[in-house]
Structure formats: C-alpha cells, structure tokens
C-alpha cells in the first residue's frame, strides 16, 4: 500500500508580539514537516528558528535519497530515515551554537523544534522542547511528545496536575533547546502510520490557547486542511493571542488512483 500524504502549514504573530520568531517548513518531496519556535532578544529567536529549519531541510534533502556510507554513529534500533531525521536536528544545534560563536550579539538564542520525516509506512517523530507533535486516530487525539520543560518534569513525578501545569508561572521555562547546553538530547520516536491518519505539529503558542480537547475537536471536523489550520488560529488569537502561533497538519491516506492502476 503507498500513501498520499496531503500538508498544509500556516503561522502567525498573533495578537501582542512585535515579531513572528516561529519558523515551519513543509517538504513534500522528501516528506518532511518541521515547526520550530525561536527564542532570544532582539527577535535574534527569528534567526535561530530559521537556521534550524533550513539546516534540516537542507540535511535531508542532501542524505534521503543517497545510498551513502553513514557517516555517524548510527542508532541500530532506529530505521535508517529516524536516524536521518535525529543527525538533523543535531545538525541543527551545531548550526545554531556556530552562529552564536560567529556573532556574539546573538548569544542566548535558542529554539525548539518538532519534526516528522515518513518513509513507507513509518513516521519519525524528533523534537526537543515544548514545540508537540499530535496524532488524530480514529477520533482520538493523542499527545506523540513530551514537552521538554519544567512544569511538565514536574507532572511526570507527580508534583503537578497537568491543569496545574498549564497555569503555572513557570510554563514558559523549556529544559532542552536548541543552542542551549554544548550538547543536546534529541527524542526520536518512531510510529506505524495508518490511513486515515492525521498529525499535527505546532508551536506552544497554540497548546497554550487550546486545550487538548478543543484541538481534537477542530481537527476531527471534516474540514479541509487549510480550513482547519485557519481555524486552530484564529481561535488560539480569539483566545488572547499571547504568543505566535504555528501550525502544519498533515494527513495520510490511502494512494487509491495507484492501487486502481495495479488491477488494471
Ligand atoms: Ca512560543
């Protein structure tokens, strides 16, 4: 079975920053989606944001299609596309800490980023920080990642509700960015994908309007993607809007024209 992945990505400054510093990247060629939510003054979290966005794009689009030698250490647990995707987003970090050598100016910009790279029937997942991945499954909507900050260590050993967490005066503060540490912890997960599938990938300014349950609702609406996507905005703006906002939604279906061509 080959599936047809159809992608739609939108991202706003929303009501009360001066500077959009989020930053996503829909590649349909290699099926590669990526979100990621820069930080640091001086709107120097645009430049991070983009730097770890193309430095992903550019690395996979110049290893997926090649049957080279791997040149890292490989991960023997991970498909050969997961650990594409994890040596990216390293490569990213690389990129971001270079920039920051190079220009001092721009010390302590950071970013978040989500990743999904498919290949076959298979989804690699990778992100670091509190920028998530979501997958919508037969009505069902299911949280693919954990937010790399503090509240939510907090809600892992049991000191904080995840009510409480949301509200906490600490939310903001994310425990592993790109830029930050010398080094950085990537988490690859790896998923069967289905058709019917929908994932969805976003910036905390969106999890930060909406509640699991709102998303879940207007991604199982029907609606086309684009419409979906407008919807996750405006509704995250009409909510007060404190962030930027970014989302890419894309949905996996069946490729029927090429099965119908088989049984020609
Ligand atoms: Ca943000």
Known sequence: ?????????????????????????????????????????????????????????????????????????????????????????????????????????????????????????TAAVAHVGDSRAYRLRGGRLEQLTQDHTWVNEQVVAGFLSKEQARSHPLKNVVTRALGGESDVLVDVRELEVQSGDLFLLCSDGLTGMLSDADIRDRLASGRSLHEICRTLITDSNARGGIDNV??????????????GEATR
């Not at 990621?36 to 996979?60: K, L, N, P, W, Y």
């Not at 110049?62 to 650990?83: I, Q, V, Y």
């Not at 970014?246 to 099965?259: F, K, M, R």
Request: proline content about 1%; overall charge negative; charged content about 25%.
């Open 1 to 121: 079975m080959s599936l047809r992945v159809k992608a739609c990505g939108l991202s706003d400054v929303g009501l009360t920053r001066a500077h959009n510093e989020d930053y996503f990247e829909i590649d349909p060629m290699h099926r590669l989606y990526v979100v990621a939510d820069g930080m640091g003054g001086h709107s120097h979290g645009e430049v991070a944001s983009r730097i770890a966005v193309d430095t992903i794009r550019d690395f996979i689009a110049k290893t997926a299609d090649k049957d080279t030698t791997w040149p890292f250490g490989m991960d023997a647990r991970l498909e050969r596309h997961s650990n594409l995707l994890k040596m990216a987003v390293r490569k990213a970090h690389d990129h971001v800490l270079r920039e920051i050598t190079r220009d001092g100016s721009l010390y302590g910009m950071g970013t978040t980023v989500v990743g999904l790279l498919l290949a076959g029937q």
């Open 246 to 259: 970014t989302v890419v939604l894309l949905s996996v279906e069946e490729d029927q024209e090429e099965e």
